[in-house]
């Protein structure tokens, strides 16, 4: 998995510390922005789940593809959606 | 019941993959944001709320506030009364943030969106992609606003169905077996009988929604 960012773009964050300012207000600032926090949801969300449940989707080419991606390119998609509907009885197992 | 178990079927997912994310991105120069719709909250789950919320995030997990964001939160507190950060503003910032770190956002049950809402969300992630392509964007949601999502980020999109296979539903009965505290009623005939019959005669989303259902 680890070559999945094999097309990162580098260290800008350290050697480019010119543009950014230190702040007190930086609490402040970040409560400013939104005052949503998914963090609680995903941690219960998170407690719930069951070892290996699921896992197939991470092995798809689907989403490996779209992990990697391919910068911009012409026929690069952004975007993954994954859907599911509530069933009724008539979903079964494939 | 249902309803429920859709929810939770989706966000079930997204949780997997923001922590498979997370996992992927420690260690390189990457960040994950995520949000959760939750339809009992569309009233605070703004398209400005959410973006920011986002925004939040990814600033979070840089060292130091950029000098740009600094700026716009002291230039607001001088407006009366102050005020939120405008979504042209939060896309420019998201734009700069994604220049220092590659960047994953995930957003759970987008249909729990309120349509308005949704659209502009959606046109603005849009347009986030415009302004950097390289930013990963991961969605669920129920499959009737795929052509919505089809749409609004066109030529964009690639989907996946997220229906448990048989061996999800297995593994995870087997689970809620284990974790059964009246183990008195369940011998090795019923428990197989169960794992026999639930994954062959009911709908996987629905035995997801009822164990789920059943957990404290």
Same mark, same amino acid.
């Given at each position: 998995?680890?070559?999945?960012? /094999?097309?990162?773009?580098?260290? *800008?964050?350290?050697?480019? $510390?010119?543009?950014?300012? =230190?702040?007190?207000?930086?609490?402040?600032?970040?409560?400013?922005? /939104?005052?949503?926090?998914?963090? *609680?949801?995903?941690?219960? $969300?998170?407690?719930?789940? =069951?070892?290996?449940?699921?896992?197939?989707?991470?092995?798809?080419?689907?989403?490996?593809?779209?992990?990697?991606?391919?910068?911009?390119?012409?026929?690069?998609?952004?975007?993954?959606?994954?859907?599911?509907?509530?069933?009724?009885?008539?979903?079964?197992?494939? | 019941?249902?309803?429920?178990?859709?929810?939770?079927?989706?966000?079930?997912?997204?949780?997997?993959?923001?922590?498979?994310?997370?996992?992927?991105?420690?260690?390189?120069?990457?960040?994950?944001?995520?949000?959760?719709?939750?339809?009992?909250?569309?009233?605070?789950?703004?398209?400005?709320?959410?973006?920011?919320?986002?925004?939040?995030?990814?600033?979070?997990?840089?060292?130091?506030?950029?000098?740009?964001?600094?700026?716009?939160?002291?230039?607001?507190?001088?407006?009366?009364?102050?005020?939120?950060?405008?979504?042209?503003?939060?896309?420019?910032?998201?734009?700069?943030?994604?220049?220092?770190?590659?960047?994953?956002?995930?957003?759970?049950?987008?249909?729990?969106?309120?349509?308005?809402?949704?659209?502009?969300?959606?046109?603005?992630?849009?347009?986030?992609?415009?302004?950097?392509?390289?930013?990963?964007?991961?969605?669920?949601?129920?499959?009737?606003?795929?052509?919505?999502?089809?749409?609004?980020?066109?030529?964009?999109?690639?989907?996946?169905?997220?229906?448990?296979?048989?061996?999800?539903?297995?593994?995870?009965?087997?689970?809620?077996?284990?974790?059964?505290?009246?183990?008195?009623?369940?011998?090795?005939?019923?428990?197989?009988?169960?794992?026999?019959?639930?994954?062959?005669?009911?709908?996987?989303?629905?035995?997801?929604?009822?164990?789920?259902?059943?957990?404290?």
């Amino acid at each position: 998995m680890s070559q999945l960012f /094999s097309n990162n773009i580098g260290s *800008l964050n350290t050697t480019n $510390i010119t543009n950014f300012t =230190v702040t007190d207000d930086r609490p402040n600032i970040l409560a400013w922005l /939104s005052p949503l926090d998914p963090r *609680l949801r995903h941690q219960d $969300i998170r407690d719930r789940r =069951v070892e290996n449940v699921g896992e197939w989707l991470l092995q798809t080419v689907e989403f490996k593809s779209w992990c990697v991606g391919s910068e911009g390119g012409k026929s690069d998609k952004a975007v993954l959606f994954c859907y599911g509907d509530p069933g009724v009885g008539k979903t079964y197992i494939r | 019941m249902e309803e429920k178990g859709r929810v939770l079927i989706n966000c079930y997912v997204s949780s997997l993959v923001i922590d498979n994310l997370c996992v992927q991105a420690r260690g390189q120069n990457a960040i994950v944001a995520c949000f959760y719709f939750d339809s009992a909250a569309q009233n605070e789950q703004t398209p400005a709320s959410i973006l920011g919320c986002l925004l939040k995030q990814l600033v979070f997990g840089l060292k130091d506030i950029p000098e740009e964001l600094s700026k716009a939160y002291e230039d607001q507190k001088n407006a009366i009364g102050g005020q939120g950060p405008q979504i042209s503003d939060i896309l420019e910032m998201l734009q700069l943030t994604s220049t220092r770190k590659r960047t994953f956002i995930c957003i759970d049950a987008v249909d729990e969106c309120a349509p308005e809402d949704r659209a502009k969300l959606l046109d603005s992630l849009g347009q986030l992609l415009q302004l950097s392509p390289g930013t990963r964007i991961f969605v669920t949601g129920r499959s009737h606003i795929l052509p919505e999502i089809g749409r609004r980020l066109a030529g964009r999109v690639t989907s996946v169905s997220i229906s448990p296979k048989r061996d999800d539903i297995v593994t995870y009965l087997r689970s809620r077996l284990a974790a059964d505290t009246i183990s008195d009623a369940m011998d090795s005939t019923l428990e197989a009988d169960i794992l026999k019959k639930i994954p062959n005669d009911i709908s996987e989303m629905y035995v997801m929604a009822t164990t789920f259902r059943k957990l404290p």
